[in-house]
């Protein structure tokens, strides 16, 4: 009998959670859909009372993927019918002022530029954690490198970004030894 198999379904949950949130938020496109998707997950396994899935994994997966259909579906009626066109004459957009817009660029301008002092190796491990939402895990076997050297290069890349936004100018190359300064 595989371990999985000896699991509780809960406890599949918890021991995959990274694993499931991070598919769901890349067919989602939000972390915090995610981790209510997964949340749902986990409580849909507390209710199941029929015997164990022959692939408890895979069903895991499934009902997840269930779920945020089943979410976005709703979503997409809510909208249909409740229109957001209502509420955006009452919000106000937090780009209408120039000099916010202005700014907003002059950061992403300072941001990408940080981004490009990146060694290539570093960038792509940062990229895939903060604008793809892989896990540690699926960086490690996609690049093929350890799980310690993914959370080092996440860490130094997060560094250098900070310490360059901080500055407000991207003139040094990044250095693998660098401190925050």
Not at 149 to 162: D, L, N, S
């Given at each position: 009998m595989a371990l999985h198999e000896r699991l509780t379904l809960t406890q599949l949950v918890e021991i995959h959670y990274e694993d499931i949130k991070g598919y769901i938020q890349r067919r989602a496109g939000s972390a915090a859909i995610a981790s209510d998707v997964v949340q749902e997950t986990w409580l849909?396994?507390?209710k199941h009372c029929a015997r164990q899935p022959d692939k408890p994994l895979a069903y895991l997966y499934r009902t997840a993927t269930n779920l945020l259909l089943d979410k976005q579906r709703q979503d997409s009626t809510h909208g249909r019918y409740f229109g957001d066109s209502e509420w955006a004459e009452e919000a106000e957009c937090p780009l209408t002022h120039p000099e916010k817009a202005a700014g907003t660029r002059q950061e992403l301008e300072l941001l990408a530029q940080a981004l490009g002092d990146l060694p290539e190796k570093y960038r792509a491990v940062f990229l895939l954690s903060r604008?793809?939402?892989f896990t540690r895990r699926e960086i490690a076997a996609q690049l093929n490198i350890n799980e310690s050297?993914?959370?080092?290069?996440?860490?130094?890349?997060?560094?250098?970004?900070?310490a360059c936004m901080e500055r407000?100018?991207?003139g040094k190359r990044f250095r693998l030894n660098s401190t925050a300064a």
């Open positions: 849909r396994a507390a604008c793809e939402g050297t993914v959370e080092k290069q996440i860490a130094k890349g997060m560094q250098h970004c900070r407000g100018y991207v």
